[in-house]
């Protein structure tokens, strides 16, 4: 069995949604938006932050079990939905109710760029963006769907809805 810990878009992806998934906290690390969907959820005229994960005080997200035997196929079904150009799969500990587990997470290989905290920016961003997959706002929404029947909560996605609600 391998666990591989989902903190953006990623928690409700079909790849990993038939498999069993518990709340975990990612140490050391936190969401930004930091990279940019030109296709699925973005155009290049008008792309859609999405997130990346940056050193920080922490990350909660989604474990997901993945049994042995699938843990191939589903690793490279996700680097290629990761953009393995700009993510790189690592290996953390992640801290759940039940007791720390090892985890691949795919951590973002750039820095933040500046203004990356600029919520009115962010927001104007994700409102202009419409891709083959959605809008960006639905893709906030999607992350907030993902999240909220585990508990999981995160106060820049919580932000970014909030405003995007209203």
Same mark, same amino acid.
């Given at each position: 069995?391998?666990?591989?810990?989902?903190?953006?878009?990623?928690?409700?992806?079909?790849?990993?949604?038939?498999?069993?998934?518990? %709340?975990?906290?990612?140490?050391?690390?936190?969401?930004?938006?930091?990279? !940019?969907?030109?296709?699925?959820?973005?155009?290049?005229?008008?792309?859609?932050?999405?997130?990346?994960?940056? %050193?920080?005080?922490?990350?909660?997200?989604?474990?997901?079990?993945? %049994?042995?035997?699938?843990?191939?196929?589903?690793?490279?079904?996700?680097?290629?939905?990761?953009?393995?150009?700009?993510?790189?799969?690592?290996?953390?500990?992640?801290?759940?109710?039940?007791?720390?587990?090892?985890?691949?997470?795919?951590?973002?290989?750039?820095?933040?760029?500046?203004?990356?905290?600029?919520?009115?920016?962010?927001?104007?961003?994700?409102?202009?963006?419409?891709?083959?997959?959605?809008?960006?706002? !639905?893709?906030?929404?999607?992350?907030?769907?993902?999240?909220?029947?585990?508990?999981?909560?995160? %106060?820049?996605?919580?932000?970014?809805?909030?405003?995007?609600?209203?």
């Amino acid at each position: 069995m391998a666990w591989v810990f989902a903190y953006g878009s990623l928690m409700g992806d079909a790849t990993l949604r038939h498999y069993r998934a518990r %709340p975990a906290r990612l140490p050391g690390y936190r969401r930004t938006f930091l990279h !940019e969907s030109r296709r699925r959820w973005g155009t290049p005229e008008h792309p859609c932050p999405i997130l990346g994960l940056v %050193p920080g005080e922490g990350c909660w997200g989604l474990a997901f079990e993945i %049994p042995q035997a699938e843990v191939r196929a589903a690793c490279s079904t996700i680097e290629k939905r990761e953009a393995a150009s700009e993510r790189r799969r690592e290996t953390h500990a992640a801290e759940t109710e039940q007791g720390p587990l090892r985890a691949f997470v795919w951590v973002s290989r750039q820095p933040c760029p500046p203004g990356e905290d600029d919520l009115a920016a962010v927001e104007a961003r994700l409102r202009a963006a419409h891709g083959t997959v959605g809008t960006g706002v !639905e893709y906030v929404r999607t992350l907030v769907h993902a999240m909220q029947p585990h508990g999981v909560h995160d %106060p820049l996605v919580d932000a970014l809805w909030t405003r995007l609600q209203a």
